[in-house]
Every structure is written in structure tokens, then in C-alpha cells.
């Protein structure tokens, strides 16, 4: 697997295999108890794969597969690579908190600009938040290379599942 240079915080991958979707979430499935490196869930036609909690970190990513049929004996799987949800929903929130902050600072600015008022602060907490915002995205990226080594060995583990069905 290799990730491009792109602003990707939650890279994604997609590839045919030949089995049935069936077959490939029942290898996953006795996988879940022959090994103990890894935490496999599955629901439906989904596949979790994250790291047992002892293992994990703030920014350890999980493996989210949906494999769905494509006709005979044949599946497509769609991966993405992804932070706990529980840190990427805390991501989203601080990001929507900010855009809403800025816009709410904007109409603030442009209201004294419009009344001849002093609008040094209102300026001010604008552009604080842009200088956020670009926090908040440099923190994912430091967070997604710092989880780049994982990411490797969940796309490992799943090669090794899958090996034998990858066209």
C-alpha cells in the first residue's frame, strides 16, 4: 500500500477480490480467534480491525473494510484507514466549532467596519481562528504520520487474510 503526498487524513483503497464476500468475512471471522494481535469486529459486511487496547495510543488508527459482492465468486473490498471514531468525531466538532466561530467573528467585523467602529479585536479573533483551523489540520496530519507505522501493520495483517483471493 503506498499513500500519496495528497492532504488525505483518512486514506482510502479499494480492490477486487475473487470470492464470494461470504467466503472472505468468514476467514476474517476465524481469524478474530486464532490470533491476538489485532481486535477484529464485523458487522454485516463490515470488518473492523484495531489494536487490542492495551496497544493503543491517542492517535492509533483502526482499519474499517466493507466488502461487498460483485457478482459470482467475486468481491469488492473498500477500506479506509481512520483515527478511533471517538477522536476523528472530536476532530470534526472542534473543526465545525471554528468555522462557526469565524464566521461568527466575520459578521462581527464586517458589522463595526460597516458602523465606523473600532474592529481591531473582532479582526483579530478572525483571523485566530484561521490560525486554528490550520492547528487542528497540522495536529491530524502529525497524528496520521505518527500512526503511519500502524497503519502498515493493519494493512499487513489484512494482506495476509487476503492473499489468497487478490486478483
Same mark, same amino acid.
Given at each position: *500500500?503506498?499513500? !500519496? @503526498?495528497?492532504?488525505?487524513?483518512?486514506?482510502?483503497?479499494?480492490? $477486487?477480490?475473487?470470492? !464470494?464476500? $461470504?467466503? &472472505?468475512? =468468514?476467514?476474517?471471522?476465524?481469524?478474530?480467534?486464532?490470533?491476538?494481535?489485532?481486535?477484529? !469486529?464485523? &458487522?454485516?459486511?463490515?470488518?473492523?480491525?484495531?489494536f487490542p487496547k492495551?496497544?493503543?495510543?491517542?492517535? !492509533?488508527?483502526? +482499519?474499517? +473494510?466493507? &466488502?461487498?459482492?460483485?457478482? $459470482? @465468486?467475486?468481491?469488492?473490498?473498500?477500506?479506509?484507514?481512520?483515527?478511533?471514531?471517538?477522536?476523528?468525531?472530536?476532530? /470534526?466538532?472542534?473543526?465545525?466549532?471554528?468555522?462557526? +466561530?469565524?464566521?461568527?467573528?466575520?459578521?462581527?467585523?464586517?458589522?463595526?467596519?460597516?458602523?465606523?467602529?473600532?474592529?481591531?479585536?473582532?479582526?483579530?479573533?478572525?483571523?485566530? *481562528?484561521?490560525?486554528?483551523?490550520?492547528?487542528?489540520?497540522?495536529?491530524?496530519?502529525i497524528g496520521r504520520? =505518527?500512526? /503511519?507505522?500502524? *497503519?502498515?501493520?493493519?494493512?499487513?495483517? /489484512? @494482506?495476509? &487474510?487476503?492473499k489468497a483471493h487478490?486478483?
Open positions: *500500500m503506498t499513500l !500519496s @503526498n495528497k492532504i488525505v487524513l483518512r486514506p482510502r483503497f479499494k480492490f $477486487e477480490v475473487q470470492q !464470494s464476500n $461470504e467466503t &472472505i468475512l =468468514k476467514e476474517f471471522e476465524q481469524f478474530k480467534t486464532t490470533q491476538t494481535d489485532f481486535v477484529l !469486529s464485523r &458487522i454485516d459486511d463490515h470488518v473492523f480491525i484495531k492495551k496497544d493503543q495510543h491517542f492517535w !492509533s488508527p483502526q +482499519l474499517h +473494510l466493507e &466488502i461487498n459482492e460483485d457478482g $459470482e @465468486n467475486k468481491a469488492i473490498v473498500n477500506g479506509l484507514f481512520g483515527p478511533n471514531p471517538t477522536v476523528w468525531t472530536l476532530f /470534526m466538532f472542534l473543526h465545525f466549532i471554528v468555522a462557526g +466561530l469565524f464566521f461568527g467573528f466575520g459578521i462581527w467585523t464586517y458589522t463595526n467596519i460597516t458602523l465606523n467602529n473600532n474592529y481591531t479585536i473582532q479582526l483579530f479573533l478572525t483571523f485566530l *481562528m484561521i490560525i486554528i483551523w490550520f492547528v487542528l489540520y497540522f495536529a491530524g496530519r504520520s =505518527k500512526g /503511519m507505522q500502524e *497503519m502498515h501493520q493493519l494493512n499487513d495483517f /489484512m @494482506n495476509t &487474510i487476503l487478490r486478483v
